[in-house]
């Protein structure tokens, strides 16, 4: 398919979103994935007008105004290793985050792919924080990674966060041809302590990790564990000393 012609098509309906499934069918392509076109390559054209080091150093005039003056030689101390983490951030950002599917791999391949990629960003960035991260090959298995930290043994589970702003503590019910959905064996079962230690949502857009103990998933409700708003797990969210928290239980 022409790229170019997808994107005249976008410039004659003015950019209009509402329009992104009109073309998709013009054009016999699925709309979520005219779409991840329509974003993939937007970002990368305004990425190339952006010169990153002019934009991190404009941040770091904004962060300095802000800073109160009793807080400014600390500012200072900081401030050569905070303009290298902006720029590095605000290239991710230009990028729309990790690249997903540049190859086009068929969905249902892709979706099964794109969840262990969220295990392994977990257990990468466990073992780069300083903790003992291995996954769990056995797929039956209630957890998909152990640690071991202060002679005691963790057991995680990773679930990827890709759109949206929420995570469950319930597992998805098993859909396909032939399947009775409403089964009581083929409904998602509520993910509790006897699960795992601790539950991990990754961000598989950018890697951050919402490290969350399970004594907080058990006290919910089971009508609220289906659905979690990530503003309410705030004080979770990168917060690596969870583990050495759960191994003094």
């Known amino acids: 398919m022409n790229s170019q012609k997808l994107i005249e098509a976008l410039i004659e309906k003015e ?65 050569t290793k905070l303009k290298h983490i902006i720029e590095k951030s605000l290239y991710i950002a230009m990028t729309n985050g990790f690249p997903v599917n540049i190859n086009n791999i068929e969905s249902g391949v892709m979706t099964a792919n794109a969840g262990d990629s969220a295990e392994f960003i977990f257990v990468a960035r466990a073992i780069l924080a300083g903790f003992n991260c291995s996954s769990v090959d056995v797929r039956s298995s209630r957890y998909d990674a152990i640690i071991d930290y202060s002679n005691k043994l963790l057991r995680v589970q990773i679930k990827g966060i890709s759109t949206g702003n929420s995570i469950s503590f319930k597992d998805r019910d098993r859909g396909g041809q032939g399947i009775d959905h409403k089964h009581e064996t083929n409904l998602g079962q509520r993910i509790t302590s006897k699960d795992c230690d601790i539950y991990v949502a990754v961000d598989k857009q950018v890697g951050i990790c919402y490290i969350i103990p399970m004594s907080f998933a058990d006290k919910l409700s089971n009508e609220e564990c289906k659905r979690i708003n990530l503003n309410r797990i705030e004080k979770y969210k990168e917060n690596w000393n969870i583990i050495k928290e759960e191994t003094k239980k």
């Not at 005219?34 to 937007?42: A, M, N, Q, S």
Request: charged share 45%; aromatic share 12%; proline share 2%.
């Open 15 to 79: 950019y209009k979103k509402s329009k992104i499934k009109e073309i998709a069918n013009e054009f016999g392509l699925k709309k979520s994935d005219l779409e991840k076109f329509y974003d993939r390559t937007f970002f990368l054209d305004i990425a190339r007008e952006i010169n990153l080091k002019e934009l991190s150093e404009m941040n770091l005039q904004r962060i300095e105004e802000n800073i109160p003056n009793e807080k400014k030689k600390k500012f200072q101390f900081i401030k």
